[in-house]
């Protein structure tokens, strides 16, 4: 695998897709294209044009190009990871690294003293600025948090190192942070809100106490059950469960 050193090398000026695969069959592929399209855009990074008419494409990244390159290279259960810099596409197989005893667990997960930061564009890309990211996800390791969660500068809860934060209320409502707190429009969050799921709502903190359950979502977790928040014990998992059993269905 050849990678030419370029601005997403040098400074992270680029972006990524990790789509999940079973049974050599990308999941929700139009989603994770239009969100690619979507940053390749506001990183000028020019898109290529596609073989059949000159059409603009997601960064050489097609529907088809996506499925041809499964045939070569199938994937039972896991991953295709695409990257996208100034003068690389990469197309590379990855491991969904999710096992059913954690989905049984559920996650422990802990605020994280690192800030979002609201205004910066990074944010809300996938974009390779992502050592915030990996670097908590490791410490919070170290400490048996499986997932550190993110504050913005104002106090408000973002996003977890690799998820979407969502909430259950007593009477069943379902709310995440809003996009404007500082946190990326993940795929399967997008698919939850405008399904009429979930609502966005400011979250601080003080009000973790208030819920019933708590679950994270990102395209290879899918739904992951979250039983303890910084000390707060969520043992309800009823709104939970039918999300999960409803997304497996669709």
Known sequence: MKVDTDDGYYYGLGIFETIAVENNRPQFLE???????RSMRI???????NEEGGAECRGG???RRVNEWLEEHPITHGALKITVSEKNVLLEEKRNIYTRMQYEQGFTTDFSYVRRNSTSIFTYLKSLNYGDNIWEKRKARKRGIDEPIFLNEHG????????NLFFVEEGGRVVTPKLSCGLLRGVVRQVLLERGMAEEAVIYPKDIKHYKEVFLTNSLMRIMPVRNLAGY??????????????????
């Open 43 to 49: 990183l000028r990074l020019l898109p290529r044009r």
């Open 31 to 37: 989603e994770h294209l239009q969100r690619l399209s």
């Open 156 to 163: 408000e809860i973002c996003e977890g190192a690799v998820s």
């Open 233 to 250: 014990d969520y043992k309800e998992r009823v709104i939970t469960r039918k999300l999960m059993e409803w997304l497996e269905r669709i």
């Open 61 to 63: 990244i097609t529907e």
